[in-house]
């Protein structure tokens, strides 16, 4: 096994894609990308993942279905009624769908740009929806909207980064985070 | 080469590194060899794990008022109430459970904060030649106050909830 992925990465070509038709070319027969995501801002971070299976080689159009995780408890304040408020451990969760597209500069680079829709829940430690002297702990769920948008290196044919700007309804923190990617397409 | 062909191959080589390490890992776990049990040893599962809680001090709060529930706490199943004067405390519970904790603040402007967090004690299993040991997984409680400042000073109005009585 270690042998095969040697021989995988070493005997891979440097420029995958010679020009913009051999892009559309490789779009097409290689319909399959998966990522391993981070989404992050100060004090906060989500892990997840992503397929893409591309729709329209010529146009680099593809489809996307998202998951992401934050994996820890990150602390929030809940405002439940004047002058009383929960202070919560909070792990979130979010699936997404949308349609995203590429833009090809040259073998390595290409700008991308995505936009769907997502739902967001969330898990607190400590209590579900519990009620504590007559105030209501309320989840802060639902669907969200997502963009994002960014830039792509491919490394050779199979391996790729990106680094862009994502935005998500988190509810409870701010909507905006840094995005990075390591992927493949296969 | 290249400069970018130079940052390719160094990719790949950290990349074979990772998973050489990784194969060997799995090789080393693989093999009939055990270890030999330590002296200090816990042979059985004991009944009784450690719950840690923290929580904060400060002139607002010269003590802080905790309850510490078995699950959620909304389940009312409730196992201590205690007033904290310190900024922890560790407690002997049953192992195998889920505790809760809520620690009541005031803050300078009148606000109430209700702090809540929750984890499980347990204990984790190693195994050696001579059979397993069990070594202490304490839950870990965190209520101390993260937002000791008002909500419109820290900025956070906007992902507040709105106002709901029950």
Redesign the interface.
């Known amino acids: 096994?270690?042998r095969i992925?040697?021989l995988l990465?070493?005997s891979s070509s440097?420029f995958p894609q010679f020009d913009l038709g051999g892009a559309k070319t490789y779009e097409g027969s290689h319909k399959h990308s998966a990522y391993f995501e981070m989404p992050f801002r100060t004090h906060d971070i989500a892990l997840g993942g992503t397929y893409r299976h591309s729709l329209n080689s010529d146009n680099f159009i593809g489809a996307f279905v998202s998951f992401y995780a934050r994996p820890y408890?990150k602390?929030?304040?809940?405002?439940?009624?004047?002058?009383?408020?929960?202070?919560?451990?909070e792990y979130r969760y979010v699936t997404a769908v949308g349609l995203d597209k590429k833009i090809w500069i040259n073998n390595?680079y290409d700008v991308f740009f995505g936009g769907g829709v997502g739902l967001a829940l969330v898990d607190?430690?400590?209590?579900?929806?519990?009620?504590?002297?007559?105030?209501?702990?309320?989840k802060?769920e639902g669907l969200t909207p997502l963009a994002q948008a960014g830039v792509s290196y491919k490394?050779?044919r199979w391996i790729l980064i990106r680094i862009g700007g994502q935005y998500m309804d988190m509810?409870?923190?701010k909507s905006f985070r840094t995005y990075a990617v390591a992927g493949g397409q296969f | 080469m290249k400069k970018?062909?130079r940052?390719?191959v160094i990719?790949?080589f950290v990349?074979?590194g990772v998973?050489?390490f990784s194969?060997c890992q799995i090789l080393s776990e693989s093999d009939d060899e055990c270890d030999t049990r330590p002296s200090n040893c816990l042979e059985s599962k004991p009944g009784m794990g450690t719950l840690e809680v923290s929580c904060t001090i400060n002139s607002k709060n010269p003590s802080v008022p905790i309850a510490i529930y078995r699950g959620?706490?909304?389940k009312n199943d409730l196992v201590l109430r205690d007033t904290l004067s310190g900024s922890g405390k560790s407690y002997t519970v049953p192992t195998d459970q889920y505790y809760?904790?809520?620690a009541e603040y005031r803050r300078g402007?009148?606000?109430?904060?209700?702090?809540?967090?929750?984890?499980d004690v347990d204990f984790s299993r190693n195994d050696y030649c001579e059979g397993p040991c069990y070594e202490s997984d304490p839950g870990e409680i965190?209520?101390r106050?993260?937002?000791p400042k008002v909500?419109s000073e820290?900025g956070?109005?906007k992902?507040?909830?709105?106002?709901?009585?029950?």
């Open positions: 096994m270690l992925l040697s990465l070493i440097v408890g602390a929030i304040l809940l405002k439940s009624g004047p002058n009383f408020y929960f202070q919560l451990k390595h607190y430690r400590g209590t579900g929806t519990g009620v504590y002297r007559g105030h209501k702990i309320v802060k490394f050779n509810k409870t923190t | 970018r062909e940052l390719f990719c790949s990349l074979l998973l050489f194969a959620d706490f909304e809760s904790v809520v402007n009148g606000d109430t904060v209700i702090a809540i967090d929750g984890d965190d209520v106050l993260l937002f909500a820290a956070r109005t992902f507040m909830t709105k106002a709901r009585h029950y």
